[in-house]
DNA sequence: GCTTACACCTGACAAATGTCACGGGCGAGA
DNA sequence: TCTCGCCCGTGACATTTGTCAGGTGTAAGC
C-alpha cells in the first residue's frame, strides 16, 4: 500500500456523515479528509481538500447530489465520485451516471460492500448495484416532457391549477393540460397519483 | 469502567447500521451486541442478546419504531430505548414517549453526540432534542380522529373517493366528510395537502 | 337525565379537476 | 420542404371533489 486513498463525504444527516467517517476509517488503506453537509458545499471543499473519490448523497439541501457531481467532474477531473442514496430510485441511477458518477450505492447494501465499492472507483472501475440497474433498464427513462416534469414538480407542494398557473406564468387550461398529459403517461389515476409515481421513479429531479 | 453497555441497533438500512455500529464501537464503554434490519425482529433479538440500550430507527418495515418500544418495553422492562429517526416530525417524537422511549435523537445531530446519549439514556436520564422538543409542544397532540387518520392514511395511495370507501367499507358520502373534516383542521386547502401535512407532523403512525 | 363528541349515513350544491377537440408557433430531422 | 413533436393556448364537457345542512345511533362525562 502507498498513500491511503483520501475521501470526501457528503450527507445533509450529521449522525449518518460521522458513522460512515467512522465506518471508512476503519480500514488503513481509506483516509476520510473532508465532510460537508450540503451539496453546494462540495466543490470548494473538494478543491480545497483534494479528495480521491467523492461520497455524495443525493438528497441534499443547496444543490442535490447529482447535480453536485457534475460540477465535481467539471472542476476536478481527477476526482471520482461514488454516489451514495437512501432511495434507489431508477431515474436516480440513471440521471447520476449520465452526470458522470463513476458508482452508485443504495444505503440498503451491507456496509462492508462500501468500502471495496471505494476502492472499485478509485481504481478506474464502475460500481452500479445489479438489481437497481436491471429495474432502470426495465424503467427507462422518464417519458415525461420538460414541461410535464415542471408541472408536476411544482404540483408537489398541493395547490390548485390556478396556483400552479400563477407560479408558472401559464393559462390555467395549459397547467391542466400538461396535468392530464402527465397523468396519462405516467399510469396514474389522480394528480397526486402522478406526483408519487413520477416522484418514486426519480423523474423529478431538477 | 465495569462491563461495556451491549448495544442493540435497529435501522432498516444496513449501510447506516453497520456504521452507526463502527462509530459506536469506537467508544471502550460501548458495545454491539445485535443489529437488525425490521422492526419485528427487535424484541426476539433482544431476548436472546439481552441489550442494555436498543436503539430503533423509526421508519422500519414489519414494526415502526414507536410501536417496537413499546413491545420492547412490555418484553424487556430493564432495557432502555433509544429512538434515532431520520425525520424530526413533532408527532414521533411524542408518540414515542408515550410508548416509553428513554431518549429520541434525529440523524441531523452531531455523530459525536450518539454516544453520550446512549449513556445518559442507560444511567437512566431521558435524551430528547430541545428544538424538537419545543416544536412538539407548539404544534400539539393531532387534532384528528381516529377514523380521519385512518382515511387519510387510505388516501395516500391516490385512489378516488370511490376506491377508499370500497377499502374502507365506508360509504362515498363519509369518507368526504371525514376528509372534509380533516383538512379543516389540518388547515390544508385540498386532499393531497391534507395528507402532506398530517404526514409532516407524524399524524398518520399505525 | 342531559350534553357532548364521534361514527355513519343521505342529499344537494358549487367548485375544482380531468378529458377532449381544436387551434398556432417553433425547432429538429427526413 | 414537409412532417413530427413539443409548447402554449381556447372552449366545452362530464366527472370528481369539497362543503353544507340535515339525520341516526352510541359511548362517555357532568
Redesign the interface.
Known sequence: MTTPIRLLLAD????????????LS?EPDLTVVAEVSRGDEVVPEALRTHPDVALLDVEMPGLDGVAAAAALRAALPGCRVLV?T?FGRPGYLRRAMEAGANGF????????Q?ADAVRRVHAGLRVVDPTLAAETLATGASPLTERETEVLRTAR????VAELAATLHLSEGTVRNHLSSAIGKTG??????A??LAEANGWLLG
Open positions: 445533509d444527516q450529521a449522525l449518518v456523515r460521522g458513522a460512515l467517517a467512522a465506518l476503519l451514495v437512501t450505492v443504495v444505503k440498503d447494501t451491507p456496509a462492508r462500501l407542494g398541493g395547490g390548485t396514474a389515476r389522480n394528480r397526486a397519483d406526483v408519487r
